[in-house]
């Protein structure tokens, strides 16, 4: 990953479509990520959302299989 890639633009969506996109899904089809604190996590979170906090995607990024979609929370 390049200086670069931190400026590309990526796709967003609201949280009404992620709450579509997630229900016409098998859960096995996407990846789920939560990057707030655990704390945060522990307080409530998506079922089935994988924890990685912010401060720690660099080094987890490889947990994230880059051939399925990815919503980040």
Do not use: C, W
């Not at 479509?17 to 522990?42: C, I, S």
């Not at 051939?67 to 929370?73: A, I, L, N, S």
């Amino acid at each position: 990953m390049g200086v670069l890639d931190y400026f590309k633009s990526i796709p967003t969506m609201s949280a009404d479509e992620a709450r579509k996109f997630l229900a016409g899904k098998n859960p096995d089809e996407y990846n789920l990520v939560d990057v707030r604190q655990p704390m945060e996590y522990e307080g409530d979170h998506l079922p089935g959302a994988n924890l990685i906090p912010m401060a720690e995607l660099k080094d987890r990024i490889k947990e994230i299989d880059p051939d399925k979609p990815t919503v980040v929370y």
